[in-house]
């Protein structure tokens, strides 16, 4: 299928799918013509690629450790170099302190819609001059 159509099953953009095959993280074979030619397979790679951008990773880091994220059973026998292990490690706790700082958030307005809830009389403000 062609890119537009691609973008629109995948929920993203051609212009993101063109990001993608240029910073290497899908391979897309061409069309005679020279046009993208994608194939359904690749759906679930690039909503892979989608929820790790998501979470902040790095496309450096994306591109190496795709081929480990798959569903096969064998993927956890891949070992990741040294260098990649630490950037994993380091990244790891990054997404902790994040989660730490969103759970945080998400009690304190927790906190307040339940006080707000429980007032009788709504908040009124003055009015601005």
Known sequence: MQIG???RLTETTPRLLRYYEEQGLII???????????????RTKV???RCLLGAGMPTRMI???????????DVYDVSPGPELREDLIAYRDRLDITLARLNSS????NDYLIRVKNLSPPVSFPPLD
């Open 5 to 7: 159509e691609f973008a």
């Open 28 to 42: 897309v074979q061409r069309d005679h013509n020279g046009y993208r030619s994608y194939e359904e397979s690749q």
């Open 47 to 49: 909503q892979k690629i």
């Open 63 to 73: 591109q190496t450790i795709l081929p480990c994220v798959g569903d096969a059973a």
């Open 106 to 109: 998400r009690d304190a307005i």
